[in-house]
């Protein structure tokens, strides 16, 4: 397949985790001039393991990073529960915890982060610590303020800025508009592995709350990620770039609690990638305006209840910039083209999220228990293939519901 390239675009793309640089690298092999902004001074490589599944593997293929994200697996071996005395209540292999099948893999956010950038640093225009302060969209471009002072003219914006999208703010209106909260937190730092665990997940469970501890391959040697979710029926009020606040908020969520809380709760003080933030989806009726188009989170978030984040990210950036090239840059009939395939796989994941964000927090000792008792007899029951691939199949079918549309222009990608 051949790429048959459209006029030189310019294309402002706000956000450098995962959706925006994916995006940057279609759209520079497509012939398309994208320019990357990040608030953050530097590339961000903290967060959590994400996984690679259906969909995203194939277009991670056709990106051609596939082997990269296979060195930098997080390999893991299984995961168990544990009581508050630390008995291990059960365990399971990866596969079952993850639902995944052959070709699916798991790689930590920043690892993936830091493979798109270096793929893309070279080709693409990266500009950190400034950020969108203003849009002019007059139609036939897009007018750019930026928060340094600098005032810059593009042909496209795309808000690929997350969750709390700035863009999304400034073109559609206030978050509270499109949020809609699931009722739980989640907070997520690198700690000493206090637990000696290798390539291995720990569970503790209780009424309204869920602590996990991982270390992954490729880890660095003696830490583990300390991960933390509660339910609370209300949204709490604080300030998003106030982490010592958060932290409280946190401390305050699990005060009294036993087994190694107060142990994994203390290593928050240091860490310098805590992460603190509701469980949360983003439900818009249009993801564009104009000459402005939203990406990955900042247009759909599924939340990390979904499991599926960063498989739509990456989906979404290839249908987007596949569709603008389709279109030769006419940037309607791309948009539009844009929704029509994602938004159905969209749907399906929110709804998936919707429903497990409650099974993530238990909210009693007799539901736990119920919990603790499938964990460990399923290896033993004579039904145990069964009840895993009703797993599989369920977070396969979200994993493969956006398809992977062949691009008439689209670029020739080596297998």
Request: with cysteine; net charge neutral.
């Amino acid at each position: 397949m051949t790429s048959t390239a459209p006029a030189a675009r310019t294309v402002l793309i706000s956000g450098a985790s995962i959706a925006g640089p994916a995006l940057a690298l279609w759209l520079h092999r497509y012939g398309f001039t994208p320019t990357v902004i990040e608030r953050a001074a530097v590339l961000r490589t903290g967060g959590y393991k994400v996984d690679i599944r259906g969909t995203a593997v194939e277009v991670c293929r056709r990106m051609g990073i596939l082997d990269e994200i296979r060195a930098n697996s997080t390999d893991m071996r299984g995961g168990s529960y544990v009581d508050a005395k630390g008995r291990t209540v059960g365990q399971l292999p990866a596969e079952i915890f993850g639902g995944r099948v052959d070709g699916d893999d798991e790689i930590m956010r920043g690892d993936l982060a830091r493979i798109l950038y270096e793929r893309t640093r070279d080709d693409v225009e990266y500009l950190f610590g400034d950020s969108i302060a203003a849009l002019h969209d007059d139609g036939d471009g897009v007018d750019v303020t930026f928060e340094s002072g600098t005032c810059r003219r593009f042909d496209l914006v795309v808000g690929a800025d997350g969750l709390h999208s700035n863009t999304r703010r400034i073109v559609f209106g206030e978050e509270e508009r499109f949020k809609r909260y699931l009722g739980a937190y989640i907070s997520i730092f690198t700690a000493p592995d206090r637990l000696g665990l290798t390539r291995w997940e720990t569970y503790h469970a209780r009424p309204d709350k869920l602590v996990s501890v991982y270390s992954t391959a490729g880890q660095n040697a003696g830490t583990a990620k300390n991960c933390f979710v509660f339910a609370s029926p209300e949204e709490l009020s604080y300030d998003r770039r106030d982490s010592d606040a958060q932290k409280r908020l946190l401390a305050e969520a699990f005060a009294g609690d036993d087994w190694e809380i107060p142990r994994l709760l203390s290593d928050a003080a240091d860490a310098d990638d805590f992460y603190f933030d509701s469980i949360s989806v983003i439900e818009m009726d249009r993801w564009s305006r104009g000459r402005v188009v939203l990406l990955g989170d900042a247009a759909h978030c599924a939340s990390p209840a979904s499991g599926q984040g960063t498989g739509l990210a990456l989906s979404g950036a290839y249908v987007l910039a596949g569709e603008l090239a389709a279109a030769h840059g006419d940037h309607r009939a791309a948009f539009e083209a844009y929704e029509r395939e994602m938004r159905p796989g969209v749907e399906l994941n929110q709804k998936f999220a919707t429903g497990f964000a409650k099974e993530m927090t238990l909210s009693s000792r007799r539901k736990i228990a119920l919990r603790m008792f499938m964990v460990r007899t399923l290896p033993r029951t004579p039904w145990k293939n069964l009840i895993a691939k009703k797993i599989r199949d369920d977070i396969q079918k979200a994993a493969r519901a956006v398809p992977v549309k062949e691009y008439a222009t689209g670029p020739t990608v080596a297998a």
